[in-house]
């Protein structure tokens, strides 16, 4: 017997967000911009052209060798990797750890929490772009297998030191590509158009974008052993992959034939889990996601203003505030919900940007009693969780439940807390397995059910 109970509806569509916003101290350098973030809640900047840590404690610091102010990325450990004549890796202390010295032009780009890092290099006068990884254990390895002649090219490396990327070759046409020291070179071509590849997860899967020309994009995600999986995508919408987390969760955006977009999110199967729209910002472009799920992006209104935003599925979405000017965009964001961006004042200078994300985790009582009727709605269907009794006493008693909870709903509806908690007791009494008063459920599920009224009895107290 399957008994579908009440569906009842949180008061609470979304718990409220703080957002307190920082800025660079930049004063000295007249402007700045924001490109990472770290878990230790560690700030890569580029300030006036010159590369610098800006910590939490308001400490910054600029980077040896500021006379090549190009970095691009940020480890858990605090170090980055950037270049210009030479490619370099800086230690957390904005010292040099390593110069990569290959050709006349070496760019690192991306690198792991254990300090490998990957890049290119080329000679002058240009003519095509070679691509190198670096490993704390051998040094510099040159990654070769292109099967076209590549232009540029964009490589990222996971901890495991398995490496991928795009390229863009000399006919204007881009490839995914992976490499590592094991499985040798291999380009990802099992769809048409051109391919524009993220980072990979320690897992070795990789996201991208399919670029098929003709308002038809595909995401993706991508293994060695699972090869080519497209992303699931709402009817009438292409879409594009932005960020990728450990667990293999992406995020991105879909866009219709009018223009508008909308945010998405897949799990680590591949399916599309949430697809958020708001009227306040007809196009949303969601650019990272956090371990928890959690997503920064942007918004543009119907005017055309760029606006940051955060994402939870508690919060919905978040106006990350700007400092006066047109626009502020957000980069990454890390596991504490810190994002990191960029905003204009009203001068038209721009400033790195941290936003602090706070809100209460608590589950609220609506939706706690709401998860204890769809576990047993799931018992009832499972066949876990019975009317105790015989034949039509059974589904008495299993129904005489069901209008117990609907008086629970109903008095926390009107505010009757105290009444809410009473009617909770009753519940309790009748789930507990004590002989007196007899149970109305049994089942291998009952004592569950009775420890999650006790828990909710305890978020009335």
């Known amino acids: 017997m399957h008994i579908l109970l009440l569906a009842i509806p949180a008061v609470h569509a979304v718990v409220p967000a703080e957002v307190t916003r920082t800025q660079a101290p930049d004063a000295a350098y007249g402007s700045s911009i ?23 404690d308001g400490t910054f610091t600029v980077l040896e060798g500021s006379q090549y102010p190009s970095v691009y990325d940020l480890n858990e450990a605090g170090q980055t990797v950037g270049g210009g004549v030479d490619g370099f890796l800086w230690n957390a202390d904005g010292t040099i750890a390593q110069t990569v010295e290959l050709g006349t032009r070496v760019m690192a780009y991306r690198l792991n929490d254990l300090g490998d890092f990957v890049g290119t290099w080329h000679n002058w006068p240009y003519t095509t772009m070679q691509a190198f990884a670096w490993f704390t254990t ?33 006919n204007d046409d881009f490839h995914c590509w992976y490499w590592s020291r094991t499985d040798g070179y291999m380009e990802i071509s099992e769809v048409s158009g051109d391919c524009i590849a993220g980072r990979m997860t320690d897992a070795g899967v990789l996201a991208g974008t399919f670029l098929a020309n003709t308002g038809s994009d595909t995401p993706f995600v ?29 995020t991105g955006w879909g866009e219709d034939a009018s223009g508008a977009s909308v945010g998405l999110v897949w799990d680590g199967s591949g399916a599309l889990v949430h697809e958020i729209r708001d009227e306040r910002w007809p196009t949303l472009r969601f650019r990272d996601i956090n371990d928890q799920g959690h997503v920064s992006g942007v918004g543009e209104t119907a005017s055309g203003h760029v606006e940051a935003l955060f994402w939870s599925e508690a919060t919905g979405l978040v106006l990350l505030p700007g400092i006066g000017g047109t626009s502020t965009f957000a980069g990454g964001l890390n596991e504490l919900d810190q994002v990191v961006g960029t905003g204009k004042d009203a001068a038209g200078r721009q400033h790195a940007l941290r936003w602090d994300v706070s809100y209460d985790t608590e589950v609220p009582v609506d ?6 009727v769809t576990f047993v709605d799931a018992a009832v269907a499972a066949g876990t969780l019975v009317g105790s009794g015989r034949g039509g006493s059974a589904d008495g008693r299993l129904a ?7 008086a629970v709903e109903d008095l926390l509806a009107v505010g009757d807390v105290d009444g809410a908690r009473e009617q909770l007791l009753a519940v309790l009494d009748r789930t507990d ?13 009952a004592a569950e059910l009775a420890a999650r009224v006790t828990e909710l009895l305890a978020e009335l107290e």
Do not use: C, H, K
């Open 400 to 406: 005489a439940l069901v209008n117990m909870l609907e």
């Open 367 to 372: 939706e706690a009693l709401q998860e204890i």
């Open 433 to 445: 397995g004590a002989p007196q008063p007899p149970d109305f459920v049994a089942g291998s599920a």
């Open 222 to 250: 991508w293994s060695v052993e699972g090869g080519l999986e497209l992303l699931e995508l709402p009817v009438g919408y292409w879409g594009w992959t932005g960020g990728m987390n450990r667990q293999g969760w992406v």
């Open 34 to 56: 924001g490109l990472d973030i770290n878990d230790d809640g560690r700030v890569l900047v580029e300030a006036g052209g010159v590369p610098a840590y800006w910590d939490e």
């Open 138 to 170: 051998t040094g510099a390895v040159e990654i070769t297998g292109f099967e076209r002649t590549p232009e540029y090219v964009w490589p990222s490396v996971n901890n495991p030191g398995q490496v991928s990327g795009y390229y863009r070759d000399t």
